[in-house]
């Protein structure tokens, strides 16, 4: 008899834990990763006043530094390419990223031949391995958006200062900047994916800076010349 009322409660027990356990798919969603805003979001984008069917479409994707340098790449490529632009201070790890990537590509409802992307510039917050955890995610949502693309990895450039140790908040530094570009490296490593060096290139004009992370004209001129060559080499290469 003993055995038996143990042998129900037993039971019970299980039918009660099952019973009043948190559903599974609200337990995933309280470790999803969540958006850790920054004071000022911002995205901005560009397209072509008349853009000529007879070009191929070119998408750079990335921050301000990205914004800054996208009139030379527009005039380099003049008459060779549609130049569009989407940038935006989400960072990798903000899970609004792809959404906002989707959101671009189904407004403009173009086909993108390359794509010239980068994203390290904003979300201090983020740590590295949130940043490396987030970055398959971005190469994935830019192959459904552009999935006949050839694509272009502009590392991240270096910053005039690092950000002041006595600041509370997060932000760039040389070391983590460099941090961010080996992980990119290494994600990239397989894809076949180009990289546009800007950050080599940029520790040879430290003198451009026009504050302590952006370019002035002369300077963000001489990254979009190396940008705008790689992606002409990319249209040549991929010519159909």
Do not use: C
Not at 167 to 175: C, I, Q, R, S, Y
Not at 231 to 237: G, H, P, T, V
Request: hydrophobic fraction near 40%; aromatic fraction near 8%; avoid cysteine.
């Amino acid at each position: 008899m003993r055995n038996s009322i143990l042998t129900r409660a037993f039971f019970f027990a299980i039918f009660a834990n099952l019973l009043f356990a948190p559903p599974i798919q609200n337990s995933l969603k309280a470790q999803a990763p969540t958006s850790k805003i920054e004071e000022i979001e911002w995205t901005w984008e560009v397209r072509p006043d008349a853009a000529d069917p007879k070009l191929p479409n070119v998408l750079l994707l990335g921050d301000s530094i990205t914004r800054n340098y996208f009139p030379e790449v527009k005039r380099q490529l003049n008459g060779v390419a549609n130049v569009y632009l989407m940038a935006t201070s989400t960072s990798l790890g903000d899970p609004r990223l792809p959404h906002q990537i989707e959101e671009f590509a189904q407004a403009e409802a173009v086909t993108f031949r390359v794509v010239h992307f980068n994203n390290g510039m904003h979300g201090w917050i983020y740590t590295e391995q949130e940043y490396q955890a987030a970055f398959p995610s971005l190469l994935l949502e830019l192959r459904a958006i552009a999935p006949k693309a050839s694509f272009i990895w502009a590392n991240t450039t270096p910053v005039k200062k690092d950000k002041d140790p006595g600041d509370p908040k997060p932000g760039p530094t040389n070391a983590r900047i460099e941090t961010r570009n080996a992980i990119a490296q290494a994600s990239l490593k397989s894809t076949g994916i180009t990289t546009d060096d800007q950050h080599t290139l940029m520790t040879q004009h430290t003198d451009l800076y026009q504050d302590t992370v952006h370019f002035n004209e002369q300077g963000s001129a001489i990254q979009g010349k190396q940008a705008a060559q790689l992606i002409r080499e990319s249209l040549m290469s991929s010519k159909p």
